[in-house]
């Protein structure tokens, strides 16, 4: 398994601003998942953090939306931008060890957007 | 077409008794198998894991998987009411992408 740590745990944001999540891994690791929860939903991947490379956004998101920087291989960031009540919703990190093997959360980050 | 599709519950069963959770997947060139316990308001919290077609199990779970008839299930024996959660089905091709279904929500009712 994977120990990852998420800051903030949970926030509450006014319309218009930014807001950036930290996650940090007990480990190296090669990628970095950002997945997101709205309300009664399941897990969207948001994107793919690679360390080095830009990261790559799956269909509907869009890096000036959802800014990730990947400085290393135990450390990531994501960014929502200009955050409207949409945006509400957990931003889950996730890890794995290899390609295809099982994938590891961390306790999320709760967003609450006025 | 849904990549997978669970379920959505709510499914009660009594404590003690055996839940069974269902999950079919679209994709036949699907490799790995996962289901994920996840309690309201935290994050998913891997419970089992399965690649080959057959049963897996590990304590109380069971993972059984039919890539024929491609599906994927979960047995819960001797229920407790710690086990109510959301359960979450994903899949996985081979690549970095998981496909999660919606989940399926267990109450066990001691």
């Known amino acids: 398994s994977a120990v990852i740590s998420q800051k903030p745990s949970r926030d509450i944001c006014q319309r218009g601003t930014s807001l950036t999540i930290q996650c940090q891994v007990d480990?190296?690791?090669?990628?970095m998942f950002w997945y997101r929860q709205q309300p009664g939903q399941s897990l969207t991947l948001i994107a793919t953090?690679?360390?080095?490379?830009?990261?790559?956004?799956e269909s509907g998101f869009v890096i000036d939306k959802f800014p990730i920087s990947r400085p290393n291989l135990t450390f990531s960031t994501l960014t929502v931008s200009n955050m409207s009540p949409e945006d509400s919703s957990i931003y889950l990190c996730?890890?794995?060890?290899?390609?295809?093997?099982?994938?590891?959360f961390g306790e999320g980050s709760r967003l609450t957007v006025l | 077409q849904k990549e997978v599709e669970q379920n959505s519950g709510p499914l009660s069963v009594p404590e003690g008794a055996i839940a069974s959770l269902n999950c079919t997947y679209s994709?036949?060139?699907?490799?790995?198998f996962f289901w994920y316990r996840q309690y309201s308001g935290k994050s998913p919290e891997l419970i089992m894991s399965?690649?080959?077609?057959g049963d897996k199990e590990d304590g109380r779970f069971t993972a059984q998987l039919n890539k024929a008839s491609q599906y994927v299930s979960l047995l819960i024996r001797d229920s407790q009411p710690s086990d109510s959660a959301t359960y979450l089905c994903?899949?996985?091709?081979?690549?970095?992408?998981?496909?999660f279904g919606t989940g399926t929500s267990l109450t066990v009712i001691p």
């Open positions: 480990s190296q690791v090669t990628m």
């Open positions: 994709d036949r060139v699907s490799q790995s």
């Open positions: 996730s890890v794995n060890r290899d390609r295809g093997r099982e994938l590891f």
């Open positions: 994903a899949v996985n091709r081979g690549g970095n992408q998981f496909y």
């Open positions: 953090a690679n360390q080095g490379s830009e990261a790559t956004y």
């Open positions: 399965i690649y080959s077609n």
